[in-house]
């Protein structure tokens, strides 16, 4: 695990997600992408950290889903503060709150590989 | 002992289990004889005589075969999860019947819903996913900068698209009808989705899904572009579309996506623990011999040769772990059945397969 950061609202912490499955394979996209809290504004930062407080993501126990044709596999790992852990969760994300959690960091991790390649 | 006052050799002879079976899967003029035979039975005339009731895929061949069809219609249902990460969506958008509304997701899933079951029952008699007339459901403006679509085992669900690198997911038809297509194979051979019998479940979604647009287009095989895809990537993307089956491995080559990974023969196949064990790398393989097969039959691809890979999808001997080969060999039986053994299709078929190394 990388070292865990200190952001702007005090929020020490790290968000590390990889993609797999999908209607297409693309092999840029496949490398896991990191984002630590230091690169994140105060709300960005909350708002994660209240993500995984309302999924129960350090405790939670996803069901195991059979894979779908075309679902997604998110692999997560969250790091806040002194907490760590990684949970590894196929569409459909039937608890609604996991599945808000992984989409705000999916979608953190969207503009770093776009930022990464060109 | 025949005791109707027109006798009818069949019927004499064979049991009515038998007898559905011909009407359903026999050569046309044994369909019409078992149907004529099959409408003396009582229980027969009673579904020929209700039209009011669910019209099923059974009971749909069956009247087909007696000249007596009563078209099937879709039932759709097109909600609107308004970039929540929840389907179905919370609202109703649009249902069967009603007119366009002001969202181009809606009305493209809508219409690609309907393009695909209208393939899947004029081409092959099949009524909806089940072959039952099952509902199809789909939920547009899926999660936010959401660029996947996928089939949930109920329905379909599309996302908008990042608007960055990918449009939103219904622009594309064949995509739509590649979604669908999972549902049919779901239902009947049951493809495990991992490895050669994934990959073979992602081609067979390809192959399909290409026909929908084929069909709906009025292209032949020599004049389809045969993407997977098109329309998808925003113009920042180098590239023209998900996947080519005429030339796997050429669709993309961008800085972001990476190069598009599709062989198409199996000197190349990619051994790997991603994608499911590459489903959607390796389709490129059955994906090509499909594509190599239709243009050497020449016609509307969606005609014999959409008719070989449907029946091999429904024979018996497909099942959840055919691989590559397995799958070849279907077709090729599938393909003399149905048009003889020294047919052009027959020959067509094997030499595609040939062309990709599967056999």
Known sequence: ?118 | MCTSAQRHGLHCILPPYILSQIAENGSPELRAQAMRTLLVDPTIRIIRASTAGPVTGTIARRRAAAGNILTPSPLRTIRDAGGEPEAPGAVIARREGQPPVDDAAVNEAYDGLGATFELFWEAYQRNSIDDAGLPLDATVHYDQQYDNAFWDGTQMVFGDGDGELFNRFTISLDIIGHELTHGVTEKEAGLAYYSQSGALNESISDVFGSLVKQRVLGQTAADADWLIGAGLFTDAVQGVALRSMKEPGTAYDDPVLGRDPQPGHMDDFVRTNEDNGGVHINSGIPNRAFYLAAIAIGGNAWDNAGRIWYNALLDPNTRANTDFAGFARITIQVAMRLYGSDSAEATAVTEAWQTVGVI
């Open chain 1, 1 to 118: 695990m990388a070292t865990s950061s200190t952001g702007t609202s005090g929020i020490k912490g790290e968000a590390r997600v990889k993609v797999e499955g999908g209607v297409a394979h693309f092999p840029g996209r496949a490398r896991e992408q990191v984002i630590s809290f230091d690169e994140l504004e105060a709300p960005q930062q909350q708002e994660i950290a209240s993500l995984a407080s309302a999924a129960n993501f350090f405790n939670c126990r996803p069901a195991p889903q059979p894979a779908r044709p075309d679902a997604r596999t998110y692999t997560v790992c969250l790091t806040i503060e002194d907490q760590s852990r990684e949970v590894r969760v196929s569409e459909p994300i039937r608890d609604p709150a996991l599945a808000k959690l992984v989409s705000a960091v999916r979608r953190l991790s969207i503009g770093r590989a776009v930022a990464a390649a060109r």
